[in-house]
């Protein structure tokens, strides 16, 4: 069974950074292709950026040039990298992965971003 931990949320001011982490246990973690998602109340969740398994990468629209995914093999972690934080970007994040029909969630970790 896929586990999922996320960290790095919390509370910035417009224009700031974050960078949320997500580690991943139970899984050959190099195989599966790592992406993050968010949630704004009251809305659907939605992609925010996705790292293949090969290190391919692609983003949403309304994130391009601010996030940055990466991921560490060795350390079995997917990286989020926020900048110039704008409010429309608070949501709980959450962590996927996803391998031949395999998937799994992590548990989420807000962001807020207000001044």
């Known amino acids: 069974q896929v586990q999922l931990v996320e960290s790095g949320g919390g509370l910035v001011q417009p224009g700031g950074s974050l960078r949320l982490s997500c580690a991943a246990s139970?899984?050959?973690?190099?195989?599966?292709?790592m992406g993050w998602y968010r949630q704004a109340p009251g809305k659907q969740r939605e992609l925010v950026a996705v790292i293949s398994s090969g290190t391919a990468t692609n983003y949403a629209d309304s994130v391009k040039g601010r996030f940055t995914i990466s991921r560490d093999n060795a350390k079995n972690t997917v990286y989020l990298q926020m900048n110039n934080l704008k409010p429309e970007d608070t949501a709980v994040y959450y962590c996927?992965?996803?391998?031949?029909?395999?998937?799994?969630w992590g548990q989420g970790t807000q962001v807020t971003v207000s001044s």
């Open positions: 139970r899984i050959m973690f190099s195989t599966y292709h």
């Open positions: 996927n992965a996803k391998r031949n029909g395999v998937e799994g």
